[in-house]
C-alpha cells in the first residue's frame, strides 16, 4: 500500500494509524449490491429516515473501483458467487465487507446445493448482520461497528505483528468440530 507500510513500528506509527483510521471510517463508499429481498432493508437506509448521509456513504458506488465497502445483502447462488468474487478483487485496498442476514452469513434457511452456505467460502467478511431480514437500524449498527474496526486498524510493522499473534491464537484455539454443544 502506501508509505505508511514503510513506518517503523513505534510513536510516529501510532499517531500515523490514528489519524488514517478516522479519515478512513468517516469516507467509507459502499458498492451497491444487493442479491435478495435484504437489499430493501439497506436501500431504506438511503432514504431520509435513516440518513446514511450523516456518516459520510450516501455515495453508493454502480462501480467497484470506486467503492470500499461491500454489503452483501442477499443469499448469494452458486452461479452468483464467481461475480461476487470478481467485484470484491476490483475494488481498491483497504476494503471491507458486512454479510447483511442470515441467508449471506450462513446460508440460512436455504440450506441446499444452489445456494453459497456463507459469503465467507468466497470473500473474508468483517462484520456478520443477523436477521431475516435485519432492519436499517440494525444495519446502521453494523456499520458503526465497522468504523470502530476501521479506526483500530494496525499499519506496517503493528500489522503483521497482530497477523502474528492473530495466527498464533487461531492455530491454539480448539478446532469447531470438537466444540461440545455447539454442533452435537
Ligand atoms: S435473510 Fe431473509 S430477507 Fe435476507 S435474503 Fe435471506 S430470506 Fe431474504
Known amino acids: 500500500m502506501g508509505i505508511e507500510e514503510k513506518l517503523p513500528a513505534g510513536i510516529i506509527l501510532g499517531q500515523v494509524e490514528q489519524l488514517v483510521g478516522l479519515v478512513r471510517k468517516a469516507s467509507v463508499w459502499p458498492a451497491t449490491f444487493g ?58 485496498n483497504p476494503k471491507w465487507v458486512i454479510a447483511m442476514g ?41 456499520i458503526l461497528k465497522l468504523h470502530d474496526q476501521i479506526k483500530g486498524e494496525k499499519m506496517g510493522a503493528h500489522k503483521r505483528a497482530a497477523e502474528v499473534e492473530a495466527e498464533e491464537k487461531a492455530l491454539a484455539a480448539t478446532p469447531t468440530i470438537q466444540l461440545k454443544g455447539a454442533l452435537r
Open 35 to 92: 442479491l435478495a429481498c435484504c437489499a430493501i432493508e439497506m436501500m431504506a437506509v438511503g432514504g431520509p429516515k435513516y440518513d446514511i448521509a450523516r456518516f459520510g456513504m450516501e455515495r453508493f458506488s454502480a462501480s467497484p473501483r470506486q467503492a470500499d465497502l461491500m454489503i452483501v445483502a442477499g443469499r448469494v447462488s452458486q452461479k452468483m458467487a464467481p461475480v461476487v468474487r470478481q467485484v470484491y478483487d476490483q475494488m481498491p
Open 102 to 142: 442470515v441467508c449471506a452469513s450462513s446460508g440460512g434457511m436455504f440450506n441446499n446445493y444452489a445456494i453459497v452456505q456463507g459469503v465467507d467460502h468466497i470473500v473474508p467478511v468483517d462484520v456478520y448482520l443477523p436477521g431475516c431480514p435485519p432492519r436499517p437500524e440494525m444495519l446502521l449498527d453494523a
